[in-house]
């Protein structure tokens, strides 16, 4: 080839300097966002969600902002590397979608003052940290009204992954849902202890159908209940994201969370620099809870029962956590005309009556 | 012994051109996804080795992979590989975090070494006991050590949920599997401010000296050779194979639980965390530690180079990431395939060597495996 | 608990064992003839993927069956050839092709995470199928699960009353005397090498396409060092291999029923339990040299040179 050695060097050497410009041109002025995720993003689940509302985010707010994530970053030492370096190569605003991010969050902001930090479904605050979640307990009592109206056995399953408050809440509510139906529901409950694990999902959700459940929710990240739902012949409701193309018959409906609106208006917060840390808690009324559309099984009327549900909690005159709730040892736990405060909420251990099973430790 | 520089040397060399025929094979990856490989690359070691920051990085990484490296170097030379690198670590992490909750208020000066020495003993004894199992009982150390991984990892989230959470975990009722911030006097400090390059740096450069000194300048050394070399010669000159075995293997385990007390000690929270598997934790350098001895070609000082060659990689890879929105599953394939070059190249290297007999090929003669049977 | 739900745990059992019983025979021939194979979790992952591939593109088992095994044998053939040509450590490649099979299965079902697989029937066989308990326990189940029974019967006598198995069990005993009597050392161990990779790629095939019919990275979760620590348990016997899977299938099953029941036990401790019970299986079989002698490869591991 006539190309000699010296040709072949030169122009490595100037595409390195073309990578290295195009590198730093492409920084100036957007404001640069990054996203640090628990899961690679796949197709459905709590990473798929969030990225969504990345992608939301950029739509809506187009060339001014410039987005970059990072996938499957265990929780731990390794987290505080990712957000670390993010930081530090020019990211401006950090969303960390875990919640064993926290520490690791808190730390990098202390090395940088200047940087802003959005932590999901932390607790802890800082000069430079917010949090935020969603209500996800506004969407599992409405599934859980459709759950209690359409079982035949009266015995719901739920796959769970750690008896976390989070989690407990969610059996809670979807139970309390379920039961302002249908009064002889009894939810079973069976930890799997991980947040994704397939092979474990789809032998929990066997246990409980074969223990007598007809209808399978789960807390936990992958299709596999909704799929094994429909190989065994009973209804499914997913969480997350909607499942549906896993389990045509199966899947009833999904209570999902959006975040496009929240990373649009915070994004947009950083850029007017008006942004606050905050414990943002939004829920069916900021649009951040969502259900899946119903399968046609569902009636009319139940799908009218939660719809006006859904308006009743977006009006107020309705609360998921609306006394009087009872423990599973008939103790009573909100006084009738009163409301679980958002504080009792988030540290909720205990299971309400009609939860089968002890909340392990 | 006086060629043992230009060897090493070559036998470093060839490994390294496994690793870049990997790296040309990644660059095809990267050019399917549409990826522009030689800004990904630069920007990859850029990040890693490009400023006194990236390098700080790299080097906190490499200190779990130097110190697991030179452990393998150790008991290879011994003749005895295990995997057990993950175990091994958590054990020392768990002993060394239950010193730091036991005694919190010994002054920094004294609690570090407590600590490390704590790690060492906490690995040590789980790697001892599958020295002991393989010099005793005759049971293969591979076998042994992938059950005591799983053990230890196990055992590391029952404590962790157990009796070593925080309270604080409790009282809110989160629950996360995490002890609480420990003593700042068990910090290890920070050399250069504001990066976190920490006392754990110089402790995995001082072991792996230490390594070298013990392997070739040492009676010691030389027994845990020589047991490696020919066990039979070595019974019949009065060396104790057992003991030597079990040795090997307790200081194996004592390098990887260095590297897990590190891990907590100098980790920017300061406490350890489990995600439940044993990744979460170590970050899979238990089984990373055995490559980067073999791109060593088994020598303890070697290991450095190596292990901040793998560091780097790890601190780029998200640097690629970031750049090049490539998804993770592209850079565990790209650390897969630089691993699986590095392992064949072994064999160009001992040709080109022209030696008969490099550890790494555990000849049948010597019969090391645990059918040793007279 | 009533009986009904006795019989579904073991249902349950048999299929949460079948990846077990597929990877664990795969790796039994494969150590038998002396060689030890780390890699099962990185070839199962990539059969995995390859039979999802295959049942996407082509909904056919068959086909999908087929890319797995292929897949599982190719990732062997890397393995051999590094540890029976290039000589390499054993251990070391093992490992190797476990993390390179991690990032390649990953990077091929990158397109792929978001499909839905109709999944495998259970086979319904007239009459029998219909006996009331013995119909559920042993005629339920789809067709990969009877053809793991197959297997199972097919390695029992290929090891101990074929003469192919005789050969292959002294390869793995005496390699020099196999190579002085005139076989083909390397050669024996390849084919055991390639058939243990493709059993791995059908155990990753059952557990992405009938199983959890979908791909996500990674969703082999340890199940191939489980089969690893299932040769050893067995003491490397195929009833045994049988035995030990469905019996770790059926505690990763009880312990969900066990819940649902309402019975609370610290599952990190039973969980721990059969890797110790393994351990002490090794402690008993090793110090016990006649059984030794018996079952476990007196060459496993070790790199064999043809001309020493």
Redesign the interface.
């Known amino acids: 080839m006539a190309i000699g050695r010296k040709n072949v060097l030169s122009v490595f050497v100037v595409l390195l300097c073309v990578a290295g410009l195009s590198l730093t041109a492409s920084a100036a002025d957007k404001l640069k966002i990054g996203f640090v995720y628990i899961s690679p993003i796949g197709d459905a689940g709590w990473t798929y969600q969030h990225d969504l509302g990345r992608l939301a985010m950029e739509k809506n707010l187009g060339d001014k902002v410039e987005t970059k994530y990072i996938e499957n970053v265990p929780e731990g030492p390794e987290a505080e590397r990712v957000i670390r370096d993010l930081a530090k190569s020019g990211y401006d605003l950090i969303f960390t979608t875990s919640f064993g991010y926290m520490n690791p969050t808190l730390k990098v902001d202390k090395m940088f003052p200047k940087k802003r930090f959005e932590h999901s479904t932390g607790y802890k605050t800082a000069k430079n940290v917010g949090t935020y979640m969603c209500r996800f307990y506004e969407g599992r009592y409405l599934t859980g009204i459709v759950a209690g109206k359409m079982t035949e056995s009266n015995t719901l399953g739920y796959v769970a992954a750690f008896p976390i408050p989070e989690v407990i809440r969610g059996i809670n509510a979807f139970t309390l849902g379920a039961k302002s139906v249908n009064p002889d529901i009894k939810v079973k409950v069976i930890w799997v202890n991980s947040w994704f694990d397939p092979g474990k999902e789809r032998e929990a959700s066997e246990a409980l159908i074969a223990q007598g459940a007809d209808v399978i929710t789960h807390h936990t990240d992958s299709t596999a209940p909704t799929l094994t739902a429909e190989e065994k012949g009973v209804y499914a409701i997913a969480y997350h994201s909607d499942m549906s193309k896993y389990g045509p018959k199966a899947h009833l409906t999904a209570a999902t969370h959006v975040y496009g609106d929240f990373y649009t208006r915070t994004a947009q917060a950083v850029l007017d620099n008006t942004w606050k840390p905050e414990q943002v808690w939004s829920g069916i009324k900021e649009g951040s809870i969502e259900l899946a559309p119903m399968n046609p099984v569902v009636p009319a009327d139940v799908v009218a029962l939660v719809e006006k549900t859904r308006k009743g909690i977006i009006d107020g005159s309705v609360h998921p956590f609306q006394g009087p709730i009872k423990d599973q040892s008939g103790k009573i736990v909100v006084e009738a005309g009163k409301t679980l405060s958002d504080k009792e909420l988030l540290g909720m251990g205990y299971y309400v009556e009609g939860v089968l099973g002890k909340i392990p430790k | 012994m006086k060629t043992t520089k230009t060897k090493s040397f070559i036998g470093f060399l060839i490994p390294l051109g496994a690793v870049l025929l990997a790296l040309a094979i990644g660059a095809v990856m990267l050019l399917s996804l549409g990826a522009n490989p030689i800004s990904g690359y630069a920007t990859m070691f850029g990040a890693a080795f490009g400023s006194v920051e990236g390098f700080s990085e790299t080097a906190v990484k490499s200190i779990p992979l130097l110190l697991v490296g030179v452990g393998i170097c150790i008991a290879f030379r011994a003749n005895v590989i295990n995997i057990g690198g993950e175990g091994q670590m958590v054990m020392g992490a768990l002993l060394s975090t239950s010193v730091a909750l036991i005694f919190p208020s010994v002054p920094s000066l004294l609690l570090i070494p407590m600590v490390l020495l704590a790690g060492a003993i906490g690995g040590a004894f789980w790697g001892s006991i599958a020295g002991a199992l393989k010099a005793y009982f005759n049971v293969s150390e591979i076998l042994s050590t992938i059950m005591l991984n799983i053990v230890a990892v196990q055992f590391m989230n029952f404590l962790l949920r157990g009796v070593m959470i925080d309270p604080g975990e409790l009282t809110r009722g989160t629950g996360i599997p995490q002890t609480m911030r420990l003593t700042e006097n068990a910090d290890l400090p920070i050399l250069l401010e504001g990066m976190r390059m920490h006392l754990g740096v110089p402790i995995a450069l001082f072991v792996a000296f230490g390594a070298y000194i013990l392997l070739w300048r040492t009676a010691m050394g030389f027994r845990l050779r020589s047991v490696g070399y020919n066990p039979h010669a070595s019974r019949y000159a009065g060396i104790s194979v057992p003991r030597n075995v079990t040795a090997a293997l307790a200081f194996r385990g004592a390098m990887a639980g260095i590297a897990g007390a590190i891990l907590v000690f100098g980790s920017e929270s300061h406490r350890m965390v489990t995600d439940g598997g044993s990744t979460g934790f170590t970050g899979s350098a238990g089984f990373n530690g055995i490559v980067v001895a073999l791109l060593a070609g088994l020598h303890p000082l070697w290991s450095i180079p190596s292990a901040l060659l793998f560091g780097g990689m790890l601190v780029g890879a998200n640097a690629l990431q970031r750049a090049a929105q490539v998804p993770s599953a592209l850079i565990i394939a790209l650390n897969g395939l630089i691993v699986v070059f590095v392992v064949s190249s072994e064999y160009f290297k001992q040709r080109s060597l022209q030696v008969g007999r490099v550890a790494l090929s555990d000849d049948e003669s010597t019969e090391t495996q645990g059918k040793n049977n007279e | 608990m009533d009986g009904d739900?006795f019989i579904?745990?073991l249902v349950?059992a048999i299929a949460?064992g079948t990846p077990f019983v597929y990877a664990a025979l795969g790796e039994l021939i494969t150590e038998k003839s002396g060689v030890?194979n780390?890699g099962v979790e990185?070839m199962m992952l990539v059969g995995a993927i390859s039979g999802f591939i295959g049942m996407a593109k082509s909904g056919s088992l068959l086909v999908a069956v087929l890319c797995g095994m292929t897949a599982g044998a190719l990732m062997a053939l890397?393995f051999a050839?590094?540890t029976l040509t290039?000589?390499?450590?054993q251990?070391?490649?093992g490992?190797?092709?476990t993390?390179?099979?991690?990032?390649?299965s990953?990077?091929l079902?990158?397109k792929y995470?978001?499909i839905?697989l109709p999944?495998v029937p259970e086979l319904h066989i007239p009459f029998l199928s219909d006996i009331p308990v013995v119909g559920r326990l042993l005629f339920s189940h789809d067709i990969l699960i009877y053809s793991s029974l197959v297997l199972f019967g097919f390695i029992c006598w290929f090891l101990y009353k074929s003469k192919a198995g005789l050969i292959l069990r002294g390869v793995g005993e005496a390699?020099?005397s196999a190579h002085a009597l005139g076989y083909n050392v390397i050669g024996i161990r390849y084919l055991a090498v390639l058939f243990g990779g493709a059993m791995a790629g059908l155990g990753g095939v059952y557990?992405a396409v009938a199983?959890?019919?979908?791909w996500?990275?990674g969703?082999v979760?340890?199940?191939g060092?489980v089969a690893?620590?299932l040769v050893?348990f067995a003491s490397w016997r195929p009833l045994r291999v049988m035995a030990g899977a469905y019996l770790f299938g059926g505690i990763?099953?009880a312990q969900?029923?066990i819940?649902?029941?309402?019975i609370?036990i610290?599952?990190?401790?039973l969980?721990?339990l059969p890797?110790?019970a393994?351990?002490i299986v090794?402690?008993l079989i090793?110090?016990d040299?006649k059984s030794?002698r018996l079952n476990s490869p007196?060459?496993?591991?070790?790199?064999?040179?043809p001309n020493?």
Not at chain 3, 86 to 89: D, F
Not at chain 3, 266 to 269: M, N
């Open positions: 739900i579904q745990i349950a949460a030890l780390l990185g890397i050839v590094l290039l000589m390499a450590n251990v070391a490649s490992l190797a092709l993390i390179f099979g991690v990032g390649l990953a990077f079902g990158l995470t978001s839905a999944g390699p020099k557990l199983y959890t019919p979908m996500v990275e969703m979760a340890g199940r060092w690893l620590a050893v990763t099953i969900f029923h819940q649902g029941f309402g609370e610290p599952s990190q401790l969980s721990m890797y110790i393994t351990i090794l402690v090793s110090r040299q030794i007196a060459s496993l591991g070790l790199t064999y040179h020493n």
